[in-house]
């Protein structure tokens, strides 16, 4: 599964070029429409391909950031350490795509912290930056920080 945003659905199916047919591809603006849309969407996704007999599931999702309030940043950057948890024991890879030349420092911040590994181009490496779900959850939000 693909959940990206228009432009990057178009690279990815030309670059897939005739193995596209393997992959769902979702434009994010669909997929993305609030946190718990978002989580129902892929519990579903989930719970259906692993019923009808897949045994491991890929994921790249993008979630439209752009543009957000500092208060909509916040909820999708504590739905993102949710995803941590509600899926780590899952079959699963999920990768979460970021244009970090496009995106303010601060969402690319706030999303460094919900991410245990940060790949760039072929290299993952360990993200010193992470926090744990449950400190991010738990933790105080913006309102109470500032």
């Known amino acids: 599964l693909a959940v990206m945003s228009r432009t990057g659905l178009g690279l990815l199916r030309d670059a897939l070029d005739d193995r596209s047919t393997d992959v769902e591809l979702v434009a994010s ?4 429409r609030s946190p718990s849309a978002a989580m129902h969407r892929y519990r579903g996704f989930m719970r259906e391909r692993l019923g009808a007999g897949a045994t491991w599931i890929r994921i790249v999702g993008e979630i439209p950031l752009q543009g957000r309030s500092p208060a909509q940043i916040e909820a999708w950057t504590r739905y993102e350490a949710m995803i941590n ?3 780590a024991s899952s ?7 970021y244009d970090t030349r496009s995106l303010p420092p601060d969402v690319v911040a706030n999303a460094a912290a919900t991410h245990p590994a940060i790949a760039d ?21 913006g309102a109470d920080r500032g």
Do not use: H, M, Q
């Not at 603006?29 to 993305?32: A, P, V």
């Not at 993200?127 to 959850?137: A, F, I, Q």
């Open 121 to 141: 181009g072929n290299a993952v490496a360990e993200n010193p930056k992470y926090r744990g779900p449950e400190d991010l959850l738990l933790g105080p939000t």
């Open 91 to 97: 079959p699963a890879t999920i990768v979460c795509s």
């Open 85 to 87: 948890l509600a899926f």
């Open 29 to 32: 603006t669909d997929w993305y």
